[in-house]
């Protein structure tokens, strides 16, 4: 039960050390592995997460979990306690309920980076940490699914319904109507049967397109472990719910709250009353971390979404920053286990504490193990590739950004107007202004100006973004004890910005 | 809309939203207790005063931003319920508290 799950946990973030070998940002399964190996080969340890217990979002409340939830969740979930117990046991630092909003790098005399800073609060309070090396296992969220209504209460991710049910036992009860494309939205399908719901519908909108296009993936697919298991969850979704293919168009419709999911498939519009519609279109890497560091990003064409550049160790081309599991590219939970036991290896590599050969070594059967477990994505990855008009909102009046209340059709117009880009974007509408800072409409707003412009998403680029990542109240920030490398950073961007000037107001 | 599966009603906690009192399960996430108390939506947008409830239930959508103890744009998925605690809906914008401009 909640045996063990405060061991290693720090309390207060006033009792964490003020440096450290490694931070490792995010509990999910990267994290936890990624923390755990760098602490058995002594190195000094910080994890720090934004949940109450480890197991980020795939194996979240795993250790919490009791048969039932076993039952309801399924094996694969289970197999998140031995990753957690396995952290919690190890002599790494783990501070819970705690939100990362910064790291800034600091440098050494000839001006290379030698560390960074990592900004977190937690109830109420903010302290600067200092890091030799960072891992981020900042994970995925869900692709943002921009239809009419998806803003209605009522609304919701089939992620935020899963990770209620793995984390408060909640089950949605009413007409529950499930829309979307991708293998999460039949393992939900299934976990919320099994735990008693009632799914009026699935409503497939994977094109039929992709089966032919996916086809030639499908020998390496069948090897892999997600086939039978693929097959078997579609067989008992199929056996127990309407499920309805080939849908092209959706909308939620209602005033103040979700009353109608409406539809069109082969070529017939239809409705039900619905109470809760889960939406799911894939999931894609959260690079907010990454981004706002400066790290390189490209676009990956078959992933539809913008990963940053990681070598063999997973460093992206910052020094001192890695970055593991579906946040460098999704591949699975699996594959973030072993990505984030790599990356925790080369921090003790680049430590010091062991050497390269020893390193390249150890890495030798993850890696094996890696591919592995990457077996079979090209498959689902083609098949389960959303619909451009699922990304790219047709209806004018569909919004996109959700803070700001912006609709397609405003940002079509600015394009059209002169912002050719997500950034002119952001003066022109604000969009990817609000809060979210852009996590829900930042792949729809590139695509679209992608679109409107006729180039290539890779082209148009995304949101630069600045830290803090995450909005932190004013107070948390004051009361932050200043650091040098703070003080130098403030500096830095007050030259840029405001140049000196000589006595008669001139730019020197 | 939402109930919870009988096994998991564990340690109860109480705490009230907009002054209403909530039975939740102690762990619960408040966005979580809101779901399971029958609650969609928790604060009205600042642009068109639109109602909104919680989305991704994992701190990156920022739709179930709330008023804890006072204390506004709180993200109702990352607070864990309180026994006590008063939650609000978010009307808007946050509105300084009169004597903060004088």
Same mark, same amino acid.
């Given at each position: 039960m909640m045996v063990g799950v405060e061991s290693a946990q720090i309390g207060r973030i006033d009792d964490l050390a003020g440096d450290y070998d490694v931070v490792v940002i995010g509990a999910g399964p990267s994290g936890l592995r990624a923390a755990t190996t760098a602490s058995e080969f002594g190195a000094q340890v910080l994890l720090v997460d934004e949940n109450q217990t480890p197991g980020g979002q795939i194996y979240r409340s795993v250790l919490r979990a009791q048969e039932a939830d076993r039952r309801r969740l399924g094996e694969d979930y289970w197999r998140g306690r031995a990753i957690a117990e396995a952290f919690l046991r190890s002599d790494a630092h783990y501070s819970p309920m705690t939100t990362a909003w910064s790291i800034v790098p600091f440098h050494g $005399?000839? /001006? $290379?980076?030698i560390g960074h800073e990592v900004g977190i609060s937690a109830a109420g309070k903010t302290r600067l940490i200092r890091t030799k090396q960072i891992v981020l296992g900042t994970g995925a969220l869900e692709r943002p699914f921009p239809v009419p209504g998806w803003t209605l209460p009522g609304v919701m991710t089939a992620g935020a319904a899963q990770i209620a049910l793995k984390a408060s036992g909640l089950i949605p009860e009413g007409r529950v109507v499930i829309a979307g494309t991708g293998p999460l939205l039949y393992l939900l399908a299934a976990q919320l049967i099994d735990a008693g719901a009632t799914i009026s519908a699935v409503l497939d909108t994977t094109p039929k397109a992709n089966w032919r296009k996916a086809l030639r993936y499908l020998p390496e697919f069948l090897a892999s472990p997600y086939a039978i298991k693929g097959m078997k969850l579609l067989c008992s979704v199929l056996r127990r719910t309407k499920v309805v293919r080939w849908v092209s168009s959706l909308s939620a419709e209602g005033e /103040?709250?979700?009353?109608e999911v409406v539809w069109r498939a082969n070529g017939r519009e239809q409705r039900v009353p619905a109470d809760i519609l889960l939406l799911h279109q894939g999931i894609v890497p959260n690079i907010n971390f990454s981004n706002a560091l400066g790290c390189e990003h490209e676009w990956d064409e078959r992933q539809l979404a913008f990963r940053p550049r990681v070598d063999k160790w997973y460093r992206t081309s910052v020094p001192g920053i890695a970055i593991t599991g579906d946040g460098a590219g999704i591949q699975g939970a699996e594959a973030a286990a072993l990505q984030g036991a790599l990356a925790g290896l080369g921090c003790a590599v680049r430590l010091g504490l062991i050497d390269i050969e020893s390193g390249e070594r150890r890495a030798a059967p993850l890696r094996s193990q890696l591919r592995k477990a990457s077996r079979g994505r090209a498959f689902l990855e083609v098949l389960y590739r959303p619909a451009e008009s699922f990304r790219i909102p047709q209806n004018p009046n569909t919004i996109v950004c959700r803070c700001e209340e912006i609709s397609a059709g405003q940002i079509r117009s600015s394009v059209d107007a002169g912002a050719i880009g997500p950034n002119q974007m952001k003066v022109f509408l604000r969009t990817g202004m609000g809060p979210c800072q852009g996590r829900l409409c930042g792949l729809t707003v590139t695509e679209l100006i992608a679109n409107e412009r006729g180039v290539g998403p890779n082209e148009v680029g995304y949101y630069r973004l600045r830290f803090p990542i995450k909005p932190l109240r004013l107070s948390e920030l004051a009361s932050l004890p200043q650091s040098e490398a703070a003080k130098a950073a403030v500096l830095a961007d007050l030259a840029d910005t405001h140049p000196p000037k000589n006595g008669r107001g001139e730019r020197l | 809309m939402f109930r919870r599966a009988p096994d998991r009603m564990r340690d109860q906690v109480t705490f009230t939203f907009d002054g209403n009192p909530i039975v939740a399960a102690a762990g619960d996430s408040v966005a979580a207790a809101l779901l399971a108390a029958g609650?969609?939506?928790?604060r009205t947008t600042p642009v068109s005063g639109a109602p909104r409830g919680p989305y991704c239930m994992m701190g990156v959508c920022f739709e179930c931003l709330v008023r804890i103890d006072g204390v506004g744009n709180r993200q109702g998925c990352l607070v864990p319920v309180r026994e006590g605690m008063k939650v609000e809906t978010q009307k808007g914008s946050y509105a300084l508290p009169a004597e903060a401009g004088q």
């Amino acid at each position: 039960m909640m045996v063990g799950v405060e061991s290693a946990q720090i309390g207060r973030i006033d009792d964490l050390a003020g440096d450290y070998d490694v931070v490792v940002i995010g509990a999910g399964p990267s994290g936890l592995r990624a923390a755990t190996t760098a602490s058995e080969f002594g190195a000094q340890v910080l994890l720090v997460d934004e949940n109450q217990t480890p197991g980020g979002q795939i194996y979240r409340s795993v250790l919490r979990a009791q048969e039932a939830d076993r039952r309801r969740l399924g094996e694969d979930y289970w197999r998140g306690r031995a990753i957690a117990e396995a952290f919690l046991r190890s002599d790494a630092h783990y501070s819970p309920m705690t939100t990362a909003w910064s790291i800034v790098p600091f440098h050494g $005399e000839s /001006g $290379e980076i030698i560390g960074h800073e990592v900004g977190i609060s937690a109830a109420g309070k903010t302290r600067l940490i200092r890091t030799k090396q960072i891992v981020l296992g900042t994970g995925a969220l869900e692709r943002p699914f921009p239809v009419p209504g998806w803003t209605l209460p009522g609304v919701m991710t089939a992620g935020a319904a899963q990770i209620a049910l793995k984390a408060s036992g909640l089950i949605p009860e009413g007409r529950v109507v499930i829309a979307g494309t991708g293998p999460l939205l039949y393992l939900l399908a299934a976990q919320l049967i099994d735990a008693g719901a009632t799914i009026s519908a699935v409503l497939d909108t994977t094109p039929k397109a992709n089966w032919r296009k996916a086809l030639r993936y499908l020998p390496e697919f069948l090897a892999s472990p997600y086939a039978i298991k693929g097959m078997k969850l579609l067989c008992s979704v199929l056996r127990r719910t309407k499920v309805v293919r080939w849908v092209s168009s959706l909308s939620a419709e209602g005033e /103040g709250a979700l009353k109608e999911v409406v539809w069109r498939a082969n070529g017939r519009e239809q409705r039900v009353p619905a109470d809760i519609l889960l939406l799911h279109q894939g999931i894609v890497p959260n690079i907010n971390f990454s981004n706002a560091l400066g790290c390189e990003h490209e676009w990956d064409e078959r992933q539809l979404a913008f990963r940053p550049r990681v070598d063999k160790w997973y460093r992206t081309s910052v020094p001192g920053i890695a970055i593991t599991g579906d946040g460098a590219g999704i591949q699975g939970a699996e594959a973030a286990a072993l990505q984030g036991a790599l990356a925790g290896l080369g921090c003790a590599v680049r430590l010091g504490l062991i050497d390269i050969e020893s390193g390249e070594r150890r890495a030798a059967p993850l890696r094996s193990q890696l591919r592995k477990a990457s077996r079979g994505r090209a498959f689902l990855e083609v098949l389960y590739r959303p619909a451009e008009s699922f990304r790219i909102p047709q209806n004018p009046n569909t919004i996109v950004c959700r803070c700001e209340e912006i609709s397609a059709g405003q940002i079509r117009s600015s394009v059209d107007a002169g912002a050719i880009g997500p950034n002119q974007m952001k003066v022109f509408l604000r969009t990817g202004m609000g809060p979210c800072q852009g996590r829900l409409c930042g792949l729809t707003v590139t695509e679209l100006i992608a679109n409107e412009r006729g180039v290539g998403p890779n082209e148009v680029g995304y949101y630069r973004l600045r830290f803090p990542i995450k909005p932190l109240r004013l107070s948390e920030l004051a009361s932050l004890p200043q650091s040098e490398a703070a003080k130098a950073a403030v500096l830095a961007d007050l030259a840029d910005t405001h140049p000196p000037k000589n006595g008669r107001g001139e730019r020197l | 809309m939402f109930r919870r599966a009988p096994d998991r009603m564990r340690d109860q906690v109480t705490f009230t939203f907009d002054g209403n009192p909530i039975v939740a399960a102690a762990g619960d996430s408040v966005a979580a207790a809101l779901l399971a108390a029958g609650i969609q939506a928790c604060r009205t947008t600042p642009v068109s005063g639109a109602p909104r409830g919680p989305y991704c239930m994992m701190g990156v959508c920022f739709e179930c931003l709330v008023r804890i103890d006072g204390v506004g744009n709180r993200q109702g998925c990352l607070v864990p319920v309180r026994e006590g605690m008063k939650v609000e809906t978010q009307k808007g914008s946050y509105a300084l508290p009169a004597e903060a401009g004088q």
